[in-house]
């Protein structure tokens, strides 16, 4: 696994969260989708008509490509949530 | 931040806590005024005004540019003023009365009464289709900034950025000094016009000296930086791999055998931005298109006063201009209010309002060359193949929006009947501004007759929470 995480910047608490199950380590701080970007997931969503695989584009609010599971609420935008410690979050496989 | 309770009364609310919006605030709140920002963001401070992780609520030991200094200096002061500061804040409805309606924190739904409101809520990125977009890796530019600068994490290990507009090199520059490998910088316009844009940079000393910070580092770190070059297709097996690029014409129009393929982790695009004017529409101001002032924005008079009496607006919904654009229209939007509250002595406000007016006026200027320059020709959308998806909520094509129009379907209203567009969570932020320039190419007619695609409250999709506890307590 790359490591996506900026070198020399002093980060806050490291955390843990789960996706789909499984343990992923973070700092608090950080923002949802830069937590899954960092882990390693990119595609967060399936589009609803078609099914295809989607992610994070506009990164602010906007767009809705983010949207996964926390804690068992749906629809919640990644990129305006703070990823917390043991926040449990799924995204579509 | 006080607690709120169901009901409350300002003098002012202002929506939207970037460089405009905490200007206002500022100055307003000097004067013993009952001031209300709201955001839906998490943070203050707006698109440019983003805390850094190492210190986290502290700007202090930050040294950013000039521009971004006196920003952070105004976080500051809100923050330490008497305003109250609502952040996730979406508004769930605005009514003629004076009132507005918000979500709070996704569970509380507020009633505000106002006395006068200004809208501030900024830009966003524009956005134009290309084979392959949807898929995963494929960010904005402005995402791969603020992964950068919010969460201090690289977008991708290798990145090819393309698209078009002076932010692209401010990325390229975040990225490559945060180590990320940029593949190829890709400026979708040609190079030459930009010698144009010149005299408007005569009052615009920061942006050039930004400008060249930018330019010599990725030149010196070899990144190869082409001009006339667009994003033809990103591909790769569920996320990107590759990114086929080509040169384009005076039309914008792909040169056929010129397409080159970089491998690369990921692609950020970005081809300049849009007016946040949802909000105002909603709430009856007055819009103009202005394709030289990035698309629909929202009309003002001099006091920067909209057509809807006592609602104001500043920023970059009336016309995209960057940071000293947003500062100067703040600094006139408080000045107005308080001439109207008889808070300032007229012969005050008369020598603050020309003085203003004038910095305006340069400001102004660059908003002309900015968006003219950097403006993809509409010609170019016609490369856009018909599988590709336009609508990303509701996965319409292109092909499904050629066919509507030749049906007959020739105005925003039309086209969402007969193929959905806009229609999904996203209400149409994403595709609709490409959407008016598709319509603009296939029927040959002004922008602005079309009108515009409507908007409905509530403006973001509401969480069940704050909807159960608003029915509860009706
Ligand atoms: C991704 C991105 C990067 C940028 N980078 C630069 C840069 O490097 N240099 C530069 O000079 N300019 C940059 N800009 C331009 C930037 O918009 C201006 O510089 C300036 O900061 C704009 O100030 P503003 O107050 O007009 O808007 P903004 O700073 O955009 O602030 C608007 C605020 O309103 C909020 N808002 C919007 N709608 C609503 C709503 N309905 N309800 C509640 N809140 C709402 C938003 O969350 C946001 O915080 C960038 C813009 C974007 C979009």
């Known amino acids: 696994m790359v490591d996506l995480r900026i070198e020399n910047i002093k980060r806050k608490e490291a955390i843990i969260f789960t996706v789909n199950g499984k343990e992923v380590s973070a700092y608090k701080g950080e923002t949802l989708l830069a937590a899954l970007i960092a882990a390693g997931y990119k595609k967060t969503k399936r589009s609803p008509i078609k099914g295809n695989p989607r992610g994070g584009l506009c990164g602010m609010g906007v767009c809705f490509e983010c949207i996964v599971t926390v804690n068992g609420v749906p629809n919640i935008r990644s990129c305006m949530t703070e990823v917390e410690n043991n926040m449990v979050v799924k995204i579509d496989e | 931040m006080n607690n709120p309770t169901q009901s409350q009364k300002y003098d002012v609310v202002i929506i939207g806590s970037g460089f405009s919006g905490i200007v206002a605030a ?10 209300l920002m709201l955001d839906e963001n998490m943070h203050v401070g707006g698109q440019l005004l983003r805390k850094i992780p190492e210190q986290l609520g502290e700007y202090a030991s930050y040294n950013p540019d000039y521009v971004k200094k006196l920003g952070f200096r105004f976080v500051q002061n809100v923050k330490h003023q008497k305003i109250t500061i609502m952040n996730r804040a979406c508004i769930m409805g605005i009514y003629p009365d004076k009132k507005l309606l918000l979500e709070v924190e996704r569970k509380q739904v507020m009633e505000i009464n106002y006395n006068y409101l200004v809208f501030a809520t900024g830009a966003r990125e524009r956005y134009l289709p290309f084979t392959g977009w949807t898929l995963p890796g494929v960010y904005s530019t402005g995402m791969a900034q603020v992964l950068m600068k919010s969460s201090g ?17 401010s990325v390229a520059y975040e990225y490559l000094k945060n180590k990320g490998k940029a593949v190829a910088v890709l400026e979708q316009t040609g190079m030459m016009e930009k010698i144009k844009m010149v005299p408007a940079l005569a009052h615009q000393f920061s942006k050039v000296a930004e400008g060249f910070k930018y ?3 990725i030149y010196l770190s070899g990144v190869p930086v082409k001009y006339s070059t667009k994003i033809v297709e990103a591909r790769g097996n569920g996320c990107v791999e590759e990114v086929v690029t080509g040169k384009v014409n005076s039309d914008g129009r792909l040169i056929s055998g010129s397409e080159k393929i970089y491998k690369a982790d990921a692609l950020a695009v970005g081809y300049g931005f849009v007016p946040n004017i949802e909000a105002p529409q909603l709430a009856g101001c007055d819009l103009e298109y202005a394709e030289d002032k990035g ?51 007229e012969s005050d406000y008369v020598k603050n309002l020309a003085r203003l007016l004038k910095e305006r006026g340069h400001h102004m200027q660059f908003v002309h060359f900015f968006n003219s320059l950097y403006r993809v020709p509409a010609e170019a959308l016609n490369d856009i193949p018909d599988e590709t998806v336009i609508c990303r909520c509701e996965d319409i094509t292109m092909g499904d929006i050629r066919k509507s129009v030749a049906a007959g379907y020739k105005t925003p209203k039309g086209l969402k009947t007969a193929t959905r567009v806009t229609m999904g969570n996203c209400q149409g932020r994403t595709c609709g501004p490409v959407l008016y320039d598709m319509l603009g190419l296939l029927t040959g007619q002004p922008k602005q007759s079309f009108g515009l695609f409507n908007t409905r409250p509530p403006l973001k999709p509401l969480s069940v929470e704050a909807l159960a506890g608003f029915v509860e307590k009706d």
């Open chain 2, 26 to 35: 500022d100055i307003l709140a000097k004067h013993q005024l009952n001031i």
């Open chain 2, 153 to 169: 994490i690289l977008p991708a290990k290798s990145m090819v950025i393309g698209g078009s507009g002076l932010f692209l090199f």
């Open chain 2, 215 to 217: 330019l010599s580092r």
């Open chain 2, 295 to 345: 698309g629909w924005i929202v009309r003002v008079n001099d006091n920067l006063e909209t057509s809807v009496k006592d609602i104001y607006a500043a920023g970059e919904i009336t016309g995209v201009g960057g940071a000293l654009k947003s500062i100067n229209e703040g600094n006139i939007t408080a000045v107005s209010i308080l001439h109207k509250m008889e808070l300032m002595a």
